[in-house]
Antibody, heavy 121, light 110 residues
Framework: QVQLVESGGGVVQPGTSLRLSCAASGFTFSTYTMHWVRQAPGKGLEWVALDGSDKYYADSVKGRFTVSRDNSKNTLYLQMDSLRPHDTAVYYC?????????????????WGQGTLVTVSS | SYDLTQPRSVSVALGQTARITCGGINIGSKNVHWYQQRPGQAPVLVIYRDSNRPSGIPERISGSNDVSNSGSTATLTISGAQAEDDADYYCQVWDTSAVVFGGGTKLTVL
């Protein structure tokens, strides 16, 4: 069955960096578009980035966050630099429903359980 | 940037019908997806491409998005609401190189 497991969250100071990982299993990872979505405490869902044939980012993270993947390890990454307090959130990785690297309009059909990032001095 | 507007909260009596709206400019021309999120859990896809249900989602959950409506509103309908439908619901679309989520609606089943 499809599984997505995020890791790498923690408490960091403003201005520092952190790299999140998302280990995927149960499907052919290399052929799927993958997303990062975050949720600040008590708030709604906010899309962060996607990795497919192209990479796209939310305006709020553009230039600070970088999404990448290692298909040999079935792992998606999110490199987060210049972290700010408002980046504090649970970060989820999620898979696009359709099998393809340009499935940008498709919904997110599988989600991990999330990893908490807290940015605080 | 594209905005999706949802009511903050909707209440429904047990067994009655709840409707959650998602408003956006020319939303009828977009594929709208809906997610359910229970407290402490990851979101779950409940409706995709306006009106399709993933396997395992009960038939009482349905979606609509009137393509002839130049306005404005997609709707998630929960018929015969059950206690387990008490959750947050988010609509989502793709617009101009970005995924957009609505602000979310808290559905309370009374």
């Amino acid at each position: 069955q499809v599984q997505l497991v995020e890791s790498g969250g923690g408490v960091v100071q403003p201005g520092t960096s952190l790299r999140l990982s998302c280990a995927a299993s149960g499907f052919t990872f290399s052929t799927y578009t993958m997303h990062w979505v975050r949720q600040a405490p008590g708030k709604g869902l906010e899309w962060v980035a996607l990795d497919g044939s192209d990479k796209y980012y939310a305006d709020s993270v553009k230039g600070r966050f970088t999404v990448s993947r290692d298909n040999s390890k079935n792992t998606l990454y999110l490199q987060m630099d210049s972290l700010r307090p408002h980046d504090t959130a649970v970060y989820y990785c999620a898979r696009a429903l359709c099998n393809g690297n340009t499935c940008y309009m498709d919904p997110l059909d599988y989600w991990g359980q999330g990893t908490l990032v807290t940015v605080s001095s | 940037s594209y905005d999706l507007t949802q009511p903050r909260s909707v209440s429904v009596a047990l067994g009655q019908t709840a409707r959650i709206t998602c408003g956006g400019i020319n939303i009828g021309s977009k594929n709208v997806h809906w997610y359910q999120q229970r407290p402490g859990q990851a979101p779950v896809l409940v409706i995709y491409r306006d009106s399709n249900r993933p396997s395992g989602i009960p038939e009482r959950i349905s979606g609509s998005n009137d393509v002839s409506n130049s306005g404005s509103t997609a709707t998630l309908t929960i018929s015969g609401a059950q206690a387990e439908d008490d959750a947050d619901y988010y609509c989502q679309v793709w617009d101009t190189s970005a995924v957009v989520f609505g602000g979310g609606t808290k559905l309370t089943v009374l």
